[in-house]
């Protein structure tokens, strides 16, 4: 356990479960803000591809430092806890199940991040920008949509899990 090997206490546990939230909230945020305001908004407008270059440049940054604060503090929130990281554990108790599950589905997250924000996201707006009307355009734009589809849908249940683990079902 952490705590117990390295001498951090509850006071540690409580900050990272703080940081935990905010990054939680910055992540899920962002994504709500984008598909509910932001790309709605701008839905009209004249230069709307580069506001969503540019903005989601911006997010990007906020969305990755999000993550590592995710990954940082779940892992510190989980030895607080005494997870024992064995195939045994994460199969072998209700905790541990629901733990793995929210570690796999953060990974799909990170995957898709990755996949979207620096490959498939800017190849679509790339050739929006130069190619607005090719199939190949519209191709890329649908599937940038979906995993961004896909990785709010995980971030989502995400936090659920984070919930069952913290609250118990």
């Given amino acids: ?3 117990a090997c390295m001498g951090i206490g509850h006071g540690l546990y409580v900050f990272s479960v703080f940081v935990h939230v905010i990054a939680a909230c910055m992540w899920i945020g962002g994504m709500l803000f984008l598909i509910l305001a932001f790309i709605p908004g ?3 407008h ?3 591809v580069s506001l969503i270059a ?7 940054r906020l ?8 990954a940082v503090t779940g892992w510190l ?3 607080y806890r005494g997870v024992q990281w064995s195939v045994g554990y994460f199969t072998g108790t209700a905790f541990g199940k629901t733990a793995g599950l929210k570690i796999l589905v953060f990974a799909c997250i990170v995957a ?6 620096y490959y498939l996201g800017t190849r679509a707006i790339e050739t929006w ?3 607005p009307d090719h199939p190949k355009t519209t191709k890329l734009r649908s599937l940038s949509r979906m995993m961004g589809r896909f990785s709010f849908a995980f971030a989502l249940l995400a936090a659920w899990l984070g919930i069952i683990l913290a609250r118990g079902w």
Avoid at 54 to 60: A, D, L, N, P
């Fill in 63 to 70: 969305g990755a430092m999000a993550l590592v604060l995710l």
């Fill in 77 to 79: 929130q989980l030895e």
């Fill in 129 to 131: 920008k130069n190619q």
């Fill in 54 to 60: 540019e903005v989601s440049m911006k997010y990007r």
């Fill in 112 to 117: 898709i991040s990755l996949v979207h924000d």
């Fill in 1 to 3: 356990m952490l705590n």
């Fill in 42 to 44: 701008i839905k009209n």
């Fill in 46 to 48: 004249p230069d709307k």
